[in-house]
């Protein structure tokens, strides 16, 4: 069965740095690739940032690029975003999932990432 | 970037009756298409793509349909379960994915 566990999330100010987890389980990580999707409280989803099984290709929304950072480690089936430089606007739940040549089949439960002011 | 928009913003259905929902692209995306549920405190859940093909395990009173820019998502007969957020997604521009705002299927 396949798994993506998020963890990281939480309160940080304003301007302020975050690295969130995604452990993968039950499928061959290397071989997917995989994206970051967040959702703001009460709004829809935004694609965040992609990167594919031996991290050759990422691209990232450009609300993020230049704060943002995606890696993996496929040694430890995981799947990381740095994040820099926080804003409110940042302020979402943050989704793992993987890549099915561009639909999303399996996602993560979310991990809440809150930026105050 | 495609911008991806739906109607209704929000649909009010009987259990047991059609819902139909749209979802329209700014520009063409060929048969690129999905759709997603979303209950409240869960992740979403892929149902159909491509644009007609259902998901795992999907239920088959869930269809699809569309291609070019326009698309249709048909629950032929609502369930209590069903009623959720529904999203589309574009994946013609892949892996730079855009979705659309939703629709919203609540409990006439």
């Known amino acids: 069965e396949v798994q993506l566990v998020e963890s990281g999330g939480g309160l940080v100010q304003s301007g302020g740095s975050l690295r969130l987890s995604c452990a993968a389980s039950?499928?061959?990580?290397?071989?997917?690739?995989m994206n970051w999707v967040r959702q703001a409280p009460g709004k829809g989803l935004q694609w965040v940032s992609y990167?594919?099984?031996?991290?050759?290709?990422?691209y990232y929304a450009d609300s993020v690029k230049g704060r943002f950072t995606i890696s993996r480690d496929n040694a430890k089936n995981s799947l990381y975003l740095k994040m820099n430089d926080l804003r409110g606007e940042d302020t979402a739940v943050y989704y793992c999932?993987?890549?099915?040549?561009?639909?999303?089949?399996?996602w993560g439960q979310g991990t809440l990432v809150t930026v105050s002011s | 970037e495609i911008v991806m928009t739906q109607s209704p913003a929000t649909l009010s259905v009987s259990p047991g009756e059609r819902a139909t929902l749209s979802c329209r692209a700014s520009?063409?995306?060929?048969?690129?298409l999905a759709w997603y549920q979303q209950k409240p405190g869960q992740a979403p859940r892929l149902l159909i793509y491509?644009?007609?093909t259902r998901a795992t395990g999907i239920p088959p009173r869930f269809s699809g349909s569309g291609s070019g820019t326009e698309f249709t998502l048909t629950i032929s007969s609502l369930q209590s379960e069903d009623f959720a957020v529904y999203y589309c997604?574009?994946?013609?521009?892949?892996?730079?994915?855009?979705f659309g705002p939703g629709t919203k299927v609540d409990i006439k």
């Open positions: 999932a993987r890549d099915g040549s561009g639909t999303y089949g399996h």
């Open positions: 039950g499928f061959t990580f290397s071989s997917y690739g």
């Open positions: 990167i594919s099984g031996s991290s050759s290709t990422i």
């Open positions: 520009q063409s995306i060929s048969g690129n």
């Open positions: 491509g644009p007609s």
């Open positions: 997604q574009q994946y013609n521009t892949w892996p730079r994915l855009t």
